[in-house]
């Protein structure tokens, strides 16, 4: 049998933790992970004008889509992912609101002509993808002239001093934390993530589009 893609892979487990995503992440991030979101939210509702519409790339189980479109009414959000579990969860969370939609689709190849939305987003989700570069790039494709292009995710530390005890957080007590199959798979996606030398972003980063 051939081994499984990457992509396989974490299609796979994000179908089988869908139910049980929301409070792992909670967990091991230690609470964290709400305020860092806060962040990228705050940027994206402060730089959109008036009815921007605004893409939220591999959106998980909604939390950020479903924030911006609360937070801003008049934006029109759509939240993109390409696990159908994940998206049922992020549409009954965001079912009370109405300038939110949901589609299945590929971070790779976005199913959206250029210059369709004012601003697109991702939020720990690079991580995932087998091509950081290509998901950036369709995220620059499908905004507008002067839009912008957010990121939010974290990176492995270049101190020699604490990497070792970020290592043995995230290989043993995250997993823990995550109870089961989601933390692993949460463990082993941040802990084989980015680095600083690969100028990967770190916590938000943003990019306007000339």
């Known amino acids: 049998m051939a081994e499984l ?8 487990v994000f179908q089988q933790i869908s139910q049980t995503y929301d409070r792992a992440n909670g967990r091991i991030s230690l609470g964290m992970e709400s305020r860092w979101k806060d962040c990228l939210i705050e940027a994206v509702c402060e730089q959109a004008a008036k009815g921007s519409r605004v893409l939220d790339v591999c959106s998980g189980t909604g939390d950020i889509a479903i924030s911006l479109a609360a937070h801003r009414p008049d934006l029109k959000v759509t939240g993109l992912d390409f696990s159908p579990a994940m998206l049922d969860v992020a549409r009954k969370k965001g079912a ?3 300038n939110v939609t949901w589609q299945e689709g590929d971070a790779m190849k976005l199913p959206f002509e250029d210059n369709t939305f004012s601003a697109a987003c991702i939020s720990f989700g690079l991580r995932n993808t087998s091509d950081y570069l ?8 499908v905004v507008v002239p ?3 292009v957010y990121c939010l995710d974290s990176f492995v530390p270049d101190s020699l001093v604490i990497r070792p005890f970020y290592s043995v957080y995230f290989r ?3 997993p823990f934390l995550g109870g089961g199959s989601a933390g ?7 802990d084989a993530g980015f ?16």
């Open 172 to 174: 043993y007590v995250m």
């Open 195 to 210: 680095s600083q030398e690969e100028g990967a972003p770190g916590l938000v980063w943003t990019s306007r589009i000339d």
């Open 96 to 98: 009370p609101l109405a």
């Open 146 to 148: 002067g839009g912008w």
């Open 134 to 141: 290509r998901v950036l790039l369709e995220m620059t494709r």
């Open 5 to 12: 893609s990457k992509r396989e892979k974490v299609y796979h």
């Open 184 to 190: 692993i798979h949460l463990a082993v996606a941040v």
